[in-house]
């Protein structure tokens, strides 16, 4: 699922290199890295809760990562809504 994720956003941000202003590619490049970062998060979190053998604490785990990684999809959206603002 977060490989299509990612799949859907490069594609997406090729479509529009085209014609994108420098700050909408700022944006955009800020916006790719926060996604990479809270993807890297959630995955660490994601091999914690792999390697426990504590059920609770797997589904905890898990629980977090997600919300690790759903808030740092909000955050670049952000980013790339406010950079679209400024036009």
Do not use: F, H, Y
Not at 27 to 50: F, H, I, N, P, R
Request: charged residues 30%.
């Amino acid at each position: 699922m977060r490989t299509m994720t990612a799949i859907v956003a490069a594609l997406g941000a090729l479509s529009l290199a085209a014609c994108e202003s420098p700050a909408d590619k700022a944006a955009e490049k800020q916006a790719d890295a926060v996604e990479a970062t809270g993807e890297a998060k959630a995955d660490a979190l994601e091999s914690q809760a792999a390697a426990t053998s504590n059920e609770a604490a797997e589904t905890q785990l898990n629980k977090q990562a997600d919300a690790v990684e759903q808030a740092a999809d909000a955050k670049a959206d952000a980013i790339e809504q406010q950079a679209g603002k400024k036009d």
